[in-house]
């Protein structure tokens, strides 16, 4: 229980990122930024997926991850494990678009990294410790 | 532990790896990147667009609209910035409507290396375009063709198929692009862009009747922001 309330606050910490990061491209405007280069990956190719913008897909995935952290048994958590290895695959690949083709870095999306690591980590151990039903 | 779970746990992982390759491969690169191949390969939409925005606007070298337009808007841009594209793309057609077609301002395009070497080489055609009264057509049919930045997207096939597009000849382009009319309008800008500051594109500045030449502070590059920032300067 506690490894599920666990994983769904990091779900609200990433749903809160994607959110705000989702509503910047849809309002058109630059997110808060300290590392300079927030909008310039905003604006980049790599911040959309077949016109989908990658903020919404990551929205949905919290949203399905916290979902499936309010949901018992083996089947919910290897559904976790799934969709947030995911989330941090892709992660890794817009990190490496910032750190290369785009050469910016924002803030927003290493955090978004951070707690999608943190959320897959919390999924692998509920993953291997939880109780089959 | 669990042999089964970790199993399990190592399937889900290497099937998460599989499933992003395979979304990564069919549609990454993103939106952006599709748009650009999709404009490359059908005459779709960089031409009508480039073309549709300035149709009935005169045209001369780097200055669109009327001559006698009280007011100049010069613009510094690059065709490799993705800012530049935002507002050519987005915002230009309002301005061309409301303000250039209306023959309230004029705008003198100002090209400037800001990106890359390869920005020289889509500086060079556009000014080109320019002798055939043609530039701003053809500025925004590379812009509607931009890669990502110093990836060297601006070849001489994108520069022909933005070319054909808009209605300018490739030939005459190519051979006037090396010119030393050409060379001259590029060291302009970047003569310009020193003596005012400009470090960044896009940057606009502009010019009333006997007015210093000063720069428009803009806090968005979105036509409702865009305009409400001329609207200022213009009073």
């Known amino acids: ?133 | 532990m669990d042999r089964t779970r970790l199993l399990m746990l190592g399937g889900a992982i290497a099937a998460a790896v599989v499933v992003v390759a395979v979304v990564i491969a069919v549609a990454g690169g993103g939106s952006k990147s599709a748009r650009t191949t999709t404009t490359a390969t059908t005459p779709s939409t960089g031409g009508p667009e480039a073309v549709s925005t300035f149709a009935g606007v005169p045209q001369r070298d780097d200055t669109l609209g009327r001559a006698s337009a009280p007011v100049t808007l010069t613009v510094f841009e690059d065709p490799q910035c993705p800012y530049c594209r935002e507002w050519n793309i987005d915002t230009l057609p309002t301005v061309v409507q409301n303000y250039v077609r209306t023959g309230r301002i004029k705008i003198v395009y100002r090209g400037i290396v800001v990106i890359g070497p390869n920005s020289v080489d889509g500086l060079r055609a556009v000014y080109a375009a320019g002798l055939q009264n043609k530039l701003w057509n053809l500025s925004e049919a590379l812009y509607e063709r931009q890669g990502d930045e110093n990836s060297g997207w601006i070849t001489l096939r994108t520069i022909r198929d933005a070319a054909r597009e808009v209605g300018v000849s490739y030939s005459r382009l190519i051979k006037d692009a090396n010119t030393k009319a050409v060379t001259a309008k590029l060291r302009q800008a970047a003569n310009q862009a020193g003596a005012y500051g400009v470090n960044g594109t896009p940057t606009f500045a502009i010019q009333k009747p006997l007015g210093a030449f000063r720069q428009l502070q803009v806090s968005g590059l979105e036509p409702g922001v865009f305009t409400a920032a001329l609207d200022a300067a213009l009073r």
């Open chain 1, 1 to 133: 229980m506690r490894l599920r309330g666990a994983i769904a606050a990091a779900c609200v910490v990433g749903l809160g990122i994607a959110g705000y990061l989702t509503y910047v491209h849809y309002a058109h405007t630059a997110p808060v930024c300290t590392t300079g280069g927030c909008e310039t990956v905003q604006k980049s190719k790599y911040a959309e997926l077949a016109g989908v913008p990658v903020a919404l897909l990551g929205l949905v995935a919290y949203g399905v991850l916290l979902g499936l952290a309010v949901v018992r048994g083996v089947e919910a958590a290897l559904a976790g494990v799934f969709v947030a290895a995911v989330g941090v695959v892709f992660s890794g690949y817009l990190l490496w678009a910032q750190l290369g083709p785009i050469g910016a870095i924002c803030q927003w999306c290493l955090g978004n990294d951070l707690t999608i690591a943190v959320v897959a980590a919390l999924y692998v151990v509920r993953m291997l410790t939880e109780t089959a039903e």
